[in-house]
């Protein structure tokens, strides 16, 4: 079974507006963390936000905001006011307490239209 | 704080050449991960050292991929007897990891993008 599942390949927002990336995971290991990178077109992954698996509150990172829900196995990316350098492939990661390696999903390619 | 480092950015070689790969990852962090990256797919976990050892290595990975980190600083990553299939962005991130949560998180080089002909 895939690790981290990201079901959009390509996703389309309006400047301004919000957008929300889904992403799910799947783990039996009851220590975790979830992370969101950017890759825009010049190739560098740049960390976005974090969030723990017992941590109690949604993880917010200025525009960036992570809707934790636990039960459902998922950690949607949500982006507000999307700017045109919002543009970019996003990958959701899982790294498990009990491994090394971060699992990342496919992504999801984000154009931001003026 | 410099960042990841990785050279060469393009490495354009002919099937079945050897190519070496480099990576100087930030000097305080002691982790360091190799990952490969194809058009379209999300980085897929290669080898991962803690200090100079080599802790994990993916069970997908050939025989002809060895990556080495001497000292616990830079790392190489060879593919020796190159195939078409190699070609792919390979990605080299370190981390902190003191501690298991935020700490972990990845930085990333840009990448060496391998053609292989």
């Known amino acids: 079974a895939q690790k981290i599942t990201q079901t959009q390949p390509g996703m389309f927002v309006q400047e301004k507006e919000a957008v929300t990336l889904d992403c799910t995971y799947d783990?039996?290991?009851?220590?975790?963390?979830l992370f969101w990178y950017k890759q825009p077109s010049s190739g560098e992954m740049i960390f976005l936000i974090y969030?723990?698996?017992?941590?109690?509150q949604n993880a917010t990172e200025g525009r960036y905001s992570l809707n934790f829900q636990k039960a459902r196995k998922s950690a949607n990316l949500v982006i507000s006011a999307s700017q045109l350098g919002d543009s970019a492939m996003y990958f959701c990661?899982?790294?498990?307490?009990?491994?090394?390696?971060?699992?990342f999903g496919t992504g999801t390619s984000l154009t931001v239209i003026p | 704080d410099t960042g990841v480092s990785q050279n060469p950015r393009h490495k354009i070689t002919k099937r079945g050449q050897n190519v070496t790969f480099r990576c100087d990852p930030i000097?305080?962090?002691?982790?360091l991960y190799w990952y490969r990256q194809t058009l379209g797919q999300g980085p897929e976990f290669l080898t991962y050292?803690?200090?100079?050892?080599?802790?994990?290595k993916s069970r997908l990975l050939s025989d002809r991929f060895s990556a080495e980190r001497p000292k616990g600083s830079f790392s190489t990553l060879e593919i020796q007897r190159t195939e078409q299939g190699d070609s792919a962005m390979y990605l080299c991130?370190?981390?902190?990891?003191?501690?298991?949560?935020?700490?972990?998180?990845?930085?990333f080089g840009s990448g060496t993008q391998l053609s292989v002909l």
């Open positions: 969030q723990g698996s017992y941590d109690q």
């Open positions: 050292f803690q200090n100079e050892a080599q802790l994990e």
């Open positions: 990661a899982m790294r498990e307490s009990t491994g090394n390696q971060f699992y």
């Open positions: 000097s305080e962090h002691n982790r």
């Open positions: 991130a370190s981390s902190l990891g003191q501690a298991f949560g935020l700490n972990e998180k990845l930085f």
């Open positions: 783990t039996s290991d009851p220590s975790y963390g």
